[in-house]
């Protein structure tokens, strides 16, 4: 290869670099001070953060625990809001909602606070679009800590207008969502679907056949 020739190569690798560097894909980690918006949502330097993996309660969303409705969505926000307590938060960029958010994994430190709010009850596991943080969930579960010391409609419901005391268009008064992943046997599984009736709320039999989760052992 000639001298120019080998010059106009380096210069065409040095220019794909550039490009890769400029990507919008290399440039979706964001540092700096958090502000935060709601138990999942976080603006960094002005770009709203959509936490990946996790459903928290909304602002207004209340639950109960021990007889009492608390305001468990604005408790879960400050609860994050504490947790960072004004310090440098770190989010690694996954992809883009459709309402242009960036769904990220943030960090304080060496501390997933996508992990951290479902460890302590703040927020749920996502199942619809990740499993990613499903064992901290059932150890928040077992430990009835943060919105598991009661009932609480799942957030993804709330939104479409269920209510705890058989408000709204649900009526629900369970916990949260279950899906076949949650069950060890099939049998176990079938017991959970024939108690949470009428219909497949859980939407565990997915032929209709009224067996539930015929995948399990």
Known sequence: MSVRRR???IAAVGTVVAVAIASPAAAQSVTGRASVT???????RDVDIRLHGIDAPEGAQTCIAGGQRWPCGRRSANALDAKIDRRTVRCEGRDRDRYGRLIAVCYLGSTDLNAWLVRNGWALAYRRYSRDYVPEERRAEADEVGIWR???VPPWDWRQGERLGGQGSGG???SRDRDCGDFATQAEAQAFYEEAGPGDPHRLDGDGDGRACESLP
Do not use: M, R, V
């Not at 709601?38 to 960094?44: F, K, V, W």
């Open 38 to 44: 709601d138990g999942d949502t976080l603006e960094i």
């Open 172 to 174: 629900s008064s369970s």
């Open 7 to 9: 010059a106009q190569a």
């Open 150 to 152: 009661g009932q609480f």
